[in-house]
């Protein structure tokens, strides 16, 4: 597998809308193995392509709870309960950090590398992820969601 490199803020990429996948074929499979080797270099918990310049509706997610990576294409937040605030950080916003308010629980429908449909729920840390990374592919950074100015670090 190849590492890719991560774009960071201020590429105009970062800011554009991804298009749905379409085409679930041997290189997507191996965008995704990519992502995935270049979230674990980077010391990452998910990775959108939109970060490594590619506009595609897929992300790669580790919360490192010993399930490993989740690759989820396609993904739509359907249901969402409860709220945390907790500091995020970005792969793309290097040496920022600031508390972000997101939802507790998430229930996301999404397409796996097969194109088969499911749905996940994520609870917690895994929620967070969900959120932050679909806010990339939707052109969103955390950045634009700190609450409190002065936590920027």
Do not use: W
Not at 30 to 39: E, F, G, P
Not at 122 to 141: F, S, T, V, Y
């Amino acid at each position: 597998m190849a590492l890719r490199n991560v774009r960071i803020d201020g590429d105009p990429v970062l800011r554009k809308i991804s298009k749905e996948v379409t085409k679930f074929d041997e290189k997507l499979e191996v965008l995704a193995k990519d992502m995935i080797d270049t979230m674990y270099e980077e010391d990452g918990v998910g990775l959108a392509a939109p970060q490594i310049g590619i506009l595609k509706r897929l992300v790669v997610i580790d919360v490192y709870d010993g399930k490993g990576a989740h690759v989820i294409v396609n993904p739509e937040i359907i249901y969402e309960e409860g709220e945390q605030f907790e500091i995020e950080g970005c792969l793309s916003v290097p040496n920022v950090t600031g508390s972000v308010r997101r939802p507790l629980i998430v229930k996301v429908k999404a397409q796996n590398l097969a194109g088969e449909t499911f749905e996940m729920i994520g609870e917690g840390l895994m929620a967070r992820a969900l959120c932050h990374e679909i806010d990339h592919i939707n052109g969103i950074l955390f950045i634009d969601k700190i609450e409190d100015e002065e936590e920027i670090e």
